[in-house]
């Protein structure tokens, strides 16, 4: 079977300025996972060897916010200018989920509308958690409505759950998906996903737990949380999301996930450098193998549902 040529949304950058930033702090990207090597020009020959046309680049946890709101400022300018860069001079081959650093929420804003505006990004990329504070925290509601006024497209990457990790596992294995899940069901009890319908929030990892719990989730919320709510209303906010195939293309992961997502909503992605090129192999060999897909659907998970959120990257 051949596939068309890919658009990774889940596709990791590693500006030398934020790097820099964690290694004067003595941090990793996430506990018990070190920094890999990132080139542009390696970023190509993966691209290449993995049959990707465009990788929608994105800073990776812990993101821009390492510890006071004026370095997170100046810190997601400069990756921010470094990918817009890295774009201009590949439109072709790299995308930009511009870094914002909240829980700062008047610098978040501000970063949104510059990078989107001014420096024409694909979208912005949010941690699943700002320093503890969830996605759908009411004071983020600013920011809400400036993604939502400009029909942006939003990216959430997991990160730390502010709790102890379980000793002797990293916290990409299991706690990371745990954190996609708890932010996604966050932002749909307090109904940033209901009022803000022009925004598409892509979920990483096939959307952690939530294919799985998601009829759990709609029918506790309607009968016993918040029972003046439909659990046909929770579905449908629950259906929003997209969910990218990082990780997750599995032969466990991916039935539950096309069973759940609304048609066009599952897009490719690799997760590299932090995952390596083994396990984008791993898992790709899972997709291009997967025997239930409609006629269609394996194309338009590989290209044709990111073409449709990313115009400028479709085929001419």
């Known amino acids: 079977m051949s596939f068309p040529a890919r658009i990774d949304v889940h596709q990791h950058i590693v500006p030398p300025a934020w790097a820099q930033a964690l290694d004067a702090r003595g941090m990793d990207p996430a506990p018990g996972w070190a920094m890999p090597a990132w080139s542009p020009s390696s970023a190509l020959a993966m691209m290449d060897q993995q049959g990707i046309a465009t990788g929608v680049l994105s800073v990776t946890t812990p993101g821009v916010h390492l510890d006071t709101d004026r370095d997170a400022g100046i810190l997601a300018r400069a990756v921010n200018e470094y990918g817009a860069e890295l774009v201009k001079d590949r439109p072709d081959r790299f995308g930009q989920f511009a870094s914002i650093p909240l829980p700062d929420i008047d610098g ?42 400009r029909h942006a497209n939003v990216f ?26 708890r932010t996604a069901l966050n932002l749909v009890l307090n109904g940033v996903m209901d009022r803000h319908r022009n925004v598409r929030v892509i979920l990483p990892h096939g959307g952690g737990f939530l294919p799985y719990v ?24 629950l259906k929003r999301f997209y969910f990218d195939t990082a990780l997750s293309a599995s032969p466990s992961a991916l039935p539950a996930l096309l069973a759940f997502a609304e048609p066009g909503h599952v897009l490719y ?17 899972f997709l291009e193998t997967y025997p239930d897909f409609a006629p ?12 449709a959120l990313f115009p400028r990257l479709a085929t001419r």
């Not at 320093?131 to 400036?146: I, K």
């Open 108 to 149: 978040a804003v501000t970063e949104a509308v510059y990078a989107l505006d001014t420096l024409g990004a694909d979208g912005v990329v949010l941690m699943s958690n700002a320093h503890g504070r969830y996605l759908g925290d009411p004071d983020f509601a600013p920011l809400w409505a400036e993604l939502d006024r």
């Open 156 to 181: 959430i990457h997991p990160t730390q759950p502010p709790m102890p990790m379980l000793p002797g596992t990293p916290a990409p294995l299991a706690d990371y998906v745990f954190d996609s899940t």
């Open 214 to 237: 998601a009829y759990r989730f709609s029918g506790l919320i309607s009968t016993v949380v918040h029972p003046d709510r439909s659990a046909e209303g929770i579905l449908r906010d």
């Open 269 to 285: 992605g690799s997760d590299w450098p932090f995952a390596p090129q083994e396990a984008g192999t791993y898992y790709n060999r």
């Open 296 to 307: 269609g659907q394996a194309d338009a998970i590989d290209r044709a549902n990111a073409e």
